[in-house]
């Protein structure tokens, strides 16, 4: 079965450093993996898709993720924050490991906090 | 982004009233999804479909039904709402081999 956990709830960082928030996943399949982010009061963005290519996966807004089969990790990553990160981030599985019959896991988030 | 958009945003209803959320995308996407998220807990499936007039169940059905008589519109109807079900609702949609696009969500209030 499927199943996808955030490591962290909450993460805080101060603005000019680096981000860092962790998914770990289980899947009877070659998964497919997304991180999606969610501002307050809006639905959910897209920032980058692991669909059995390139291990290190490049998204919007500088973040880049990279898919790790030994460690079934999926962690996101981004060199620098800036105070518009400030959201919630969601590591996702798709079931059956395809990315086009829908049907996603989601973890239970992460808040980002930027400080100044 | 994909054209979606739910009606209404906000709804503040009764325990034991019928409520109706819509959804309506301007993609000709297959798929559709119902979701609702709850602290704690992220997203969660209630109903999806993969065309009109196909429908099938998530993770957290009871109590929900859809329908989906166009392509563009999925209606997610609580028969008799109770207070476990105030959530705020995402609908999302998907092309083929495209990942999924969300719309703004519902915030349902039941009292």
């Known amino acids: 079965a499927q199943s996808v956990t955030q490591l962290d709830s909450h993460v805080s960082v101060s603005e000019g450093t680096p981000v860092l928030l962790r998914c770990n996943y289980s899947?009877?399949?070659?998964?497919?993996l997304f991180w999606y982010v969610q501002h307050p009061n809006k639905g959910l963005q897209l920032l980058l898709k692991y669909t059995s290519a390139a291990t290190l996966v490049k998204g919007i807004n500088g973040f880049e993720a990279e898919f790790k089969k030994s460690e079934t990790s999926f962690h996101l990553t981004k060199p620098s924050a800036h105070m518009s990160d400030a959201a919630e981030y969601f590591c996702?599985?798709?079931?059956?490991?395809?990315?086009?019959?829908?049907?996603?896991?989601f973890g239970q988030g992460t808040t980002l906090q930027v400080k100044p | 982004d994909a054209g979606i958009t739910q009606s209404p945003r906000h709804k503040v209803t009764e325990t034991g009233t019928p409520v109706t959320l819509r959804c309506h995308q301007t993609?000709?996407?297959?798929?559709m999804y119902w979701y609702r998220q709850d602290p704690g807990h992220g997203l969660r499936l209630i109903h999806y479909s993969y065309g009109v007039k196909d429908t099938d169940k998530g993770e957290v059905s009871d109590g929900y039904s859809v329908s989906r008589s166009k392509t563009e519109d999925f209606l997610l109807t609580l028969e008799s709402a109770t207070s476990s079900q105030t959530s705020v609702y995402f609908c999302a949609s998907q092309g083929d081999n495209q990942p999924q696009h969300f719309g703004d969500g519902t915030r349902l209030s039941i009292l």
């Open positions: 899947s009877s399949y070659s998964p497919s």
């Open positions: 996702v599985v798709s079931i059956h490991g395809s990315s086009n019959t829908g049907k996603l896991i």
């Open positions: 993609e000709n996407h297959r798929y």
